[in-house]
């Protein structure tokens, strides 16, 4: 594990400077930049999408990788018991800023570092979380974006309705270790209530809990299924989404990865997106900035993804207008 970085001038080179008369400044001056190091922490696994978008971002901004910048990936595999050591492997490693996904990676991070500068991308409430004091001066070593998924959670539900007008029984997953969860479960039911729609709140904590929660909301006749925003359940979300539509449950959520795994529909903010304006954040900081003073960015625009083939097997017509405020069509 390489915890210092040695100049790439030999003392061969150093000699034969000196030998030419170069001065000491002039030496430095002809020393290249050693590379920045910069750690990316991800609860998934590669190839992945949005790393691509970050390494895209980062060359677009002038950074060449193996010049400029070194990326020190690490990847969960979608087991959060990972974490924790992988984010100590990167403190280790002295790199000098961390991008993170997800609220417990952030959190595995945030608790080995008081210093090195977090740039977190996926997190529902970071203020809630405790990993920022405010959005607007976050204080601390972490800045980065938020996708405000509580405040979300009852447009999802009204785009469901409005696509699924027959819907009244709502089945929503969450998670009772997700600390967002309490506040996106009570606005769901609250939107919930007044579109006339029953909720059925069905807990799933770990992945060897999706049978039971699906055998749960089935005995509860649920009609269809609204998944939180979690780590743990869109690591499980190829397994929720084919007992969706097993069970002919339509299912809404926030992140795109549910609709192309199957599920019906879902809106909420890039995921790419983030990860570009992620790649923004790093490079104001290698620049100089400190995390305490860059504001939480909150998304600017949100994407609804519709899954027609998944509304054809379930024998359900999308309406015209849900249809044309689609912005990806899966078919």
Known sequence: MRTTRRSP???????????????AADLAAQQPAKPFRIGFLHPGTPPNASADVFRSTLNELGYVEGRDVNIEFRWAEGRMDRLS??????????????????TPAIKAVAEKTKTIPIVMTVVADPVADGLVQSLGRPGGNVTGLTIISPEL?????????EAVPRVGRLAILWNPANSTHTAALRESQATAKTLGLQTVPVP?????????????????????????????????????????IKNRLPLVSGISGYADAGGLMTYGARQTDL????????DRILKGAKPANLPIERPSSFELVLNLKTAKSLGLAISDSVRWRADRLIE
């Open 9 to 23: 001038f030999s003392v061969v080179a150093i000699v034969a400077a000196l030998s030419m008369g170069l001065g």
């Open 153 to 161: 959670s009852g447009k999802r539900i009204e785009l469901l309705k």
């Open 204 to 244: 799933l904590q770990a992945p060897a809990d999706v049978d039971s929660a699906f055998a749960r909301l089935v005995r509860e006749r649920a009609t269809a299924l609204f998944v939180l925003d979690d780590a743990i359940l869109f690591i499980e979300r190829q397994r929720i989404s084919d007992l969706a």
């Open 85 to 102: 050591p992988l984010a100590a492997e990167l403190v280790a490693l002295k790199v000098d800023v961390i991008v993170v996904g997800t």
């Open 275 to 282: 990860y570009n304006r992620a790649a923004i954040f790093v």
